[in-house]
């Protein structure tokens, strides 16, 4: 464990616990219908994308993901969606779902191959088995699979994580993972100009202003740093909710504040995702020496 910190770990811990879920998050039955997200789409769908189970190349390992296609064909720009401590479970993929309805090709990679969690103290086990260096290969390579998919050559890419997966989503940036955008949610943060210099693609970095996990004053000293360090970001902190506000199974859940977050966040990825205008070639000129017309 490196950058997260075993000094923080049990901190982590605390706010997990906390933001435990009232059932299992893997189980249908026991899980609500997922709230109608805004966002401003990239372009409609005219039916719900289905996700299915891949496998791409990361390290020299074979990491298996939820990949969801969009339904509209043509040059989609991707994302790369890191899941909580719970590991690769439905409410995730409905994420992913969300975000395919947008007009994005979104993978999540499973960090946890192929466990899941539906109790804090088996998700607390996995999340400290969890290698930094291999969570954040894994990603990297995630990316790298979107970026080729359909063999692609100019996709842009950009991660959005959520608690456990949010501080991944920006450890991935911090080190290097050749991304367009990073969103996070409610994960860990950097509080030195020194830590967010390698940071190159724009950030979004939301947040509960009652999140005992990560205080206020925590957040105030990451967007500090990101503004000392010149980097081109966003932080959100919105008031009355505290950690995983944006998780429909869970008790911290709130409707109202998730749609707006949400909103925010893919009009976010909408903008920096948004492929570049290519530049115009060059001016051809009549060929010279012919007959002038009168």
């Not at 039955?29 to 496998?55: C, D, F, K």
């Not at 990603?139 to 790298?144: E, L, R, V």
């Not at 925010?264 to 909408?270: G, S, V």
């Amino acid at each position: 464990m490196t950058s997260l910190g075993r000094a923080s770990l049990g901190v982590l811990l605390a706010r997990l616990v906390l933001a435990s879920p009232a059932a299992a998050p893997q189980s249908p039955a026991a899980t609500p219908a997922p709230p109608a997200y805004g966002g401003a789409p990239i372009a409609s769908s005219a039916a719900a994308p289905a996700g299915e189970m891949v496998a791409f190349q990361a390290g020299g390992e074979k990491v298996r993901g939820y990949l969801v296609r969009p339904t509209l064909h043509g040059h989609r720009p991707a994302v790369v969606v890191v899941h909580e401590w719970w590991g690769l479970n439905t409410q995730i993929k409905g994420v992913a779902d969300r975000l395919a309805e947008l007009g994005f090709l979104t993978v999540v990679p499973d960090l946890y191959g192929g466990k899941v969690a539906d109790e804090p103290g088996l998700a607390h086990e996995l999340m400290r088995g969890l290698n930094e260096d291999r969570a954040v290969t894994i990603i990297k390579g995630a990316i790298d699979y979107l970026k080729h998919y359909d063999r692609a050559k100019d996709r842009n890419v950009g991660t959005l994580g959520f608690c456990m997966g949010g501080g991944y989503s920006l450890q991935a940036a911090l080190r290097g993972a050749d991304v367009k955008a990073t969103v996070m949610f409610y994960g860990s943060v950097q509080t030195t100009r020194e830590s967010v210099l390698p940071l190159r693609a724009p950030l979004l970095g939301i947040f509960g202003a009652q999140d005992r996990g990560i205080p206020v004053g925590e957040v105030r000293k990451f967007e500090t740093a990101l503004r000392e360090a010149h980097k081109k970001s966003l932080i959100a902190v919105y008031p009355g909710v505290g950690h995983a506000f944006m998780n429909e199974t869970g008790p911290g859940y709130d409707k109202e504040t998730a749609d707006k977050a949400w909103t925010r966040a893919t009009k976010f990825l909408i903008e920096a995702l948004r492929p570049e205008p290519k530049a115009p070639g060059p001016v051809k000129r009549a060929p010279s020496g012919g007959p002038s017309g009168s």
